[in-house]
């Protein structure tokens, strides 16, 4: 800490030097002092999708919905395909019940990264809310292929199994699953 706010009181504008600083802390969990920090590096350099990424992440911690939204944004028009800042703006759309645009997002996150298990979750979740059930099965099975110890897929099966696909003995061997998994 005391080595990175020694360079930066010579080099004010050195900015990898202040994405640094904002991630030490970040890492301190010291949030206001890292959410300034990342904004000094956007005003340095306004196309630093990590700085814009990890801004929003705090911001959306904070509850600071509209501002997250506008960091996650930025981060995509620095750097379009950012997997993690779309997958953050669909958890942002999908806590807003946009989840149409959430979905879309999702499935991008999906395509490039097919083992991301928390994303397909969030996709098989969405599904449910869009009352897709199948796709929420397949999404969720997804999970399941990845991590089979993936408890909350499990409930999740179970639940669409039993409520929406009336399939009651899968239900069972998913529910089983999920308590077997403590």
Do not use: W
Request: hydrophobic residues 45%.
């Amino acid at each position: 800490l005391t080595a990175y706010q020694a360079i930066l009181a010579v080099q004010p504008g050195n900015v990898e030097t202040q994405y640094r600083l904002a991630v030490l802390y970040d890492t301190l969990g010291e949030m206001p002092q890292a959410m300034a920090t990342y904004q000094r590096v956007l005003d340095l350099q306004p196309t630093h999708a990590d700085a814009s990424l990890y801004l929003g992440i705090l911001q959306a911690q904070a509850g600071e919905d509209a501002a997250a939204e506008h960091s996650y944004k930025q981060a995509l028009m620095s750097q379009p395909g950012l997997s993690e800042a779309e997958y953050r703006l669909a958890l942002l759309y999908k806590k807003q019940q946009q989840l149409s645009a959430a979905m879309e997002l999702l499935q991008h996150v999906v395509e490039r990264l097919p083992t991301y298990a928390e994303a397909h979750y969030n996709l098989g979740v969405v599904y449910v809310g869009l009352e897709q059930y199948r796709q929420a099965v397949k999404a969720f099975e997804a999970v399941i292929a990845i991590r089979p110890d993936f408890r909350e897929a499990h409930y999740s099966l179970g639940v669409c199994y039993e409520f929406y696909l009336t399939d009651v003995p899968k239900a069972l061997e998913h529910y089983r699953t999920f308590l077997a998994l403590g």
